[in-house]
């Protein structure tokens, strides 16, 4: 009988934990290795998935396209990522000195143009580029860029509207580190001889450092696998993995072969995720 | 202390950069040019015209059933999950914890692609079960994460009271838990709602023919016909949550006080 209670407890706690569960094991996680399987499948012409095993599909992927378009992946997440927390620092430092009437205004100010739909913001930057567009009127007015410059189409516009998509997930976990910060730490460091700037490289900078790192992979990682910004406002020259994943599944449909790039897809997330965890794991030991 | 002002102009540059798009888009929804290029003169015309097209209406009601079918189902099935999350500390549970986590920071690509190909291998047509179905497993991880946040304030007393007074355990549920954690499970579901509405990659590569949503309904209208349609549709949305926002402040404000 004493035994009871803890079985009981043992019950409810499947209870509870098995819908949830079960639900992202059939949808989740059971999807990701089907995708590895199909990678080892044979396409059809009709472009479907045809029966037994090859290795096809590893052939396929010795491209010589594709270390290109890797690096590009890489570099411009990278590029994205820097530029999100290079304005997300300053702005959350400012916002976690204010009072705290105009912290929750500004904060709603800066979540409102992100609740309205993300293509429709996307569409709106292909406006403002646009070759006739006034942008582009008033920096050949002002001489910057010559007449006719095509601001669209290239990986300058996939990094500034990504940044542009992603900068409040860099903004907001930064912010909430920063309000918490003890302000009274920069003063001392003042107090000891450090300069303004020399206070906030290395007493400020460093004491928000989780906010940095949770900002790194909340950006860093979808844009990894971005696909709807190169694909509305980038070129051929700028198109990533996502988008060539895009091109074989729907274009060529070639189904194995899409399902091994998303492999390598999947592969290149996760490392940044593993260095993230383990630096956060660290830093709780201490 | 005297204050540097460059963490002022950086605010006041990445504000102007956020509005600066938004600003354009109800600018050109009143803008004659077809193309959304130079101004060349005031109409209406762009509203009247949005109204009497049937197809974006449909995809808008599309929109609407997977949003409100995907917020409830993963409001259930959230709430059950961080109840889970916050009670145990097992083994289960660092697994548990893991599965809710790892949708949230994946590329959404990754989920699209894996449940398509799924579908693809099942041999499954794509409807609105399928769409409903992507919908509520990327929900499912932002409710748990929401709720979860809520459970931390949450007393136990209260339950353990109940018990001591003679209440089973489906009167706990329904008459102590679920009434004390509404706010929390309605702000889950209300995320939800919001990410699900908006979300383009997953129903892109869920949707079939006759089950378009909004959001791949605009960019196929970006492409195709008429940008100058979106601007106007865009500014009614962004009038709707202009005023949703300033509900919820107002609701906020009055239950504070």
Known sequence: MKADPVRRERLVEVFLTAPGFVWLLLFFLLPTFNVLLISFRPSTLTGGIGEGWTLDTLQQLRNPDYPGILFRTLWVSLAITVSCLLLSVPVAYFLARCSQRWKTRLLLLIMIPFLTNFIIRVFAWKVILHPEGWLASVLAFAGLIPPGTQLLYNVRAVILVSVYTYLPFALLPVYAVAEKFDFALMEAAMDLGCNRIQAFFRVFVPGISRGLWTATLLVLIPNLGAYVVPDIVGGHSSSMLGNVIVRRLFSDRNLPHAAGLSSVLTVLVLLPMIVVILHRRRREAH | ?257
């Open chain 2, 1 to 257: 202390m005297k204050r540097s002002r460059f963490p002022l102009v950086v605010t006041v540059l990445v504000m102007l950069f956020f509005y600066l798009p938004v600003l354009v888009l109800v600018v050109n929804s009143f803008n004659r040019s077809r193309s959304s290029g130079p101004w060349t003169g005031f109409t209406l015309d762009w509203y009247v015209r949005l109204f009497g097209r049937r197809d974006i209406w449909e995809a808008f009601g599309n929109t609407l059933i997977i949003a409100v079918s995907a917020s409830a189902a993963s409001m259930l099935l959230g709430t059950l999950a961080a109840f889970a999350l916050h009670r145990y500390r097992t083994r289960l549970q660092d697994a548990h914890y893991t599965m809710v986590y790892t949708p949230l920071v994946v590329p959404e690509i990754l989920l699209g692609i894996s449940l398509l190909l799924l579908f693809v291998a099942l041999g499954v047509e794509r409807n609105l079960t399928v769409l409903f179905i992507g919908h509520t497993t990327f929900c499912i991880s932002y409710v748990t994460m929401v709720v979860l946040a809520r459970l931390q304030d949450f007393d136990f007393a209260m339950v353990e009271a109940a018990q001591d007074l003679g209440a089973g355990p489906w009167t706990i549920a329904r008459r102590v838990i679920i009434p004390l954690l509404a706010p929390g499970i309605f702000a889950g579901g209300l995320l939800a709602f919001t990410l699900s509405i908006d979300d383009y990659v997953i129903s892109f590569f869920l949707s079939g023919p006759g089950t378009t949503t909004l959001p791949i309904k605009i960019n196929a209208m970006i492409r195709r016909d008429a940008p100058a349609l979106i601007n106007a549709l865009s500014s009614i949305m962004l009038c709707v949550t202009f005023l949703l926002v300033g509900l919820s402040q107002k609701l906020n404000k009055e239950n504070r006080t």
